[in-house]
């Protein structure tokens, strides 16, 4: 495109680096002979000169640098404070990833406990393509709701048999991904809400247990907390943590949504000695997390690793994946009926669920979407005759009342949240979870980055968002007609042309 | 990135001398009021130099040691540039011994601005 207003960038440049120069020469002359006070600019632009000297000839990493001289900083400089801008300025409510700020709003207001009432209509495009949810013209009336339970367990008949009251709970983040001050927060408010809180897999749930909330301790890839020298299971430490009247259920992780297939590099120069101590690792040599168990190589070895698991543990023992190939899952439910060893809960979570750290290839090309993935786990459980004895738990972006009734229609007995409730205690997303600087100290290690976060208010915030939740979810769920969310079905669900496959499935 | 020791002792150093050399010009030292007179800057200059000479120093002792690095260069050079204009290499029979100092401050602030170079925005990315 040509226009007489363009800027001719090559030449402006040209000018730039040296009209620098005559700068300097102009400094400097006028110090020498007019004031001395004139050297500070000489100084100024001494530095500036050596600089571009150095962009222009003496480097080839930058193009720019080497082509336009400083003028090309200012690039680099629009470029660094692009997403402050975007996310304050110039994006709109409803158009940021992965949660729009009217979404996050939404999060702070229930947190808070703030009326969350809005006027004049829906700010969405009302996306034909999304799924809604379908009304009753006959709601149910407030009273006639079932109390939510959920009983983890009793399948099997266990003594340990757990209850969820609440169709949310707190997904898994460990402590290392997360301040000592961000956990606390989340337990002693799950505390506060009644509701189980994930330990994630950074071993020994040291802070986790400090507040006395009900735990689903994560048995993560490489078993921290609970393995060995050589990474494979120590059943007695296992047994030992499983004693603890904290832990509730084991959820031993297959996969994560967010990078599915991937195991995890713990440096050792980010292993603290009581990193190393709640990990079980020694504090002196990097430690790898493997893609996979050790002990699970296939269908087979995967379930009698289950056994073993619910054997040593004695709780409810699930497991959590995202899914992949659906051929895998129907097999490896068929071995699960040949062992006679079922999970007592299996967690969904979709290729759209959050992470501290991920390469962002496997963020963005990998796994199954949750409201492709979880209809088609529930089908081929219900297909092999097992769906009644197993919990389905889902998780994926399910922030909002309304995203937990469509999982739950599609599926899923209870919904998890992690971003959710990390957002009710205050998070911008500003997305630098892995880089220790969170500025509100959610994610980070830093002492005085996690000063602000004060454990007593924040936990209320997170015990308010669960009530809110709460409180809209029975209000949705009225509005269907349905009496429980257990008897929502895909018939509770709208889906548009686009999306018939998911609805035609079930 | 980790900080070495042979980091941490320039800045050390660098900001110890900055400091000091202050100090004297805050007080009011007679011969920084000398040199000061010699570059007609008497006694403004000699504020305005202590003033960068203290945020320097500080700057060096604390976690933004990578801009007391630049700043202490910046004001070196302008003491560079004093002496080869003005002031010569002895000052007040010191036996260049000022300029000694000059140097002792640009080399270890030039050590710790290399090595620090990343931590400063936006320009450390370039090296």
């Known amino acids: 495109m040509n226009s007489s207003l363009a800027l001719d960038l090559e030449k402006t ?296 698991v619910q054997k040593v543990g004695g709780l409810p023992t699930g497991m959590k994946f995202c899914l992949g190939r659906d051929d895998e899952f129907r097999e490896l439910v068929q071995e699960m009926k040949r062992q006679k060893t079922l999970p007592d809960f299996i967690t969904v979570d979709g290729g759209e669920g959050g992470t501290g750290a991920a390469p962002k290839s496997f963020m963005d090309d990998l796994g199954m979407p949750l409201f492709e993935a979880l209809p088609l786990v529930h089908q081929i459980l219900s297909e092999e005759g097992v769906r009644a004895q197993i919990v389905l738990f889902a998780s994926g972006k399910l922030i909002s009342p309304g995203k937990q009734i469509k999982a739950m229609s599609l599926g899923a007995d209870v919904a998890y949240s992690a971003r959710g409730f990390l957002l009710s205690l205050g998070c911008i997303q500003a997305l630098q979870c892995n880089k220790n600087s969170c500025p509100v100290g959610i994610t980070t290690h830093e002492p005085h980055l996690q000063k602000g976060l004060n454990i007593e208010d924040k936990s209320k915030r997170v015990a308010n968002y669960v009530d809110a939740l709460h409180h809209e979810f029975d209000e949705l769920l009225a509005a269907t007609g349905a009496a429980s969310a257990s008897s929502l079905t895909t018939k509770n669900i709208y889906f548009s042309n686009a999306n018939q496959s998911v609805a035609a499935n079930n | 990135m980790k900080t070495t020791l042979p980091t941490r002792l320039a800045q050390v150093v660098a900001a110890s001398i900055l400091i000091f050399a202050s100090v004297m010009k805050f007080k009011g030292d007679p011969g920084a009021i000398e040199i000061f007179t010699k570059l007609e800057m008497e006694p403004g200059g000699r504020y305005i130099a202590a003033i960068f000479e203290m945020l320097a120093g500080l700057l060096l002792l604390s976690s933004f040691a990578a801009f007391g690095s630049v700043l202490a260069i910046g004001m070196m050079a302008g003491a560079l540039i004093a002496h080869a204009t003005r002031l010569g290499l002895e000052v007040n029979n010191d036996g260049g011994a000022l300029v000694g100092q000059l140097a002792i401050v640009l080399l270890s602030s030039l050590f710790v601005a290399i090595s620090r170079r990343k931590e400063i925005p936006i320009i450390g990315s370039s090296f």
């Open chain 1, 13 to 308: 440049s040209r000018t730039a680096n040296g009209g620098i120069v005559v700068l300097l020469g102009l400094f400097a002359l006028a110090g020498n002979f007019i004031s001395f006070y004139f050297h500070f600019g000489t100084v100024a632009f001494l530095l500036l000169v050596l600089l571009n000297t150095y962009w222009r000839h003496f480097q080839s990493s930058h193009t720019l640098l080497a082509n336009f001289g400083f003028l090309a900083q200012f690039r680099y400089l629009a470029e660094s404070v692009g997403p402050e801008f975007r996310q304050y300025l110039f994006s709109s409510d409803t158009e940021e990833r992965p949660f729009n700020r009217n979404e996050r709003a939404e999060v702070y207001r229930k947190s808070k406990g703030i009326d969350s009432s809005s006027a004049f209509g829906t700010l969405l495009s009302y996306d034909p393509e999304e799924a809604k949810i379908r009304h009753s013209f006959y709601p149910t009336d407030k009273q006639r709701l079932e109390k939510f339970d959920v009983a983890v367990g009793a399948a099997r008949g266990l003594e340990t048999t757990y209850h969820i009251n609440r169709p949310i709970m707190i997904s898994a983040m460990s402590y290392g991904a997360l301040g000592e001050n961000t956990v606390r927060s989340l337990a002693r408010g799950a505390k506060l809400a009644g509701i189980p809180m994930n330990t994630g897999e950074g071993g020994y749930p040291k802070y986790h247990l400090m507040e006395n909330c009900d735990l689903i301790f994560q048995l993560g890839t490489a078993k921290f907390g609970v393995r060995n020298e050589e990474g494979y299971l120590d059943d007695q430490k296992l047994a030992d943590l499983a004693a603890k009247d904290q832990i509730k259920m084991i959820e031993i992780k297959l996969s994560q949504g967010a990078k599915p297939g991937k195991g995890g590099l713990l440096p050792k120069e980010k292993i603290t000695k009581e990193i190393a101590e709640l990990r079980g690792v020694p504090q002196d040599k990097d430690v790898l997390s493997p893609a996979h168990h050790l002990e699970c190589v296939d269908a087979k070895t995967t379930v009698e690793f289950l056994a073993r």
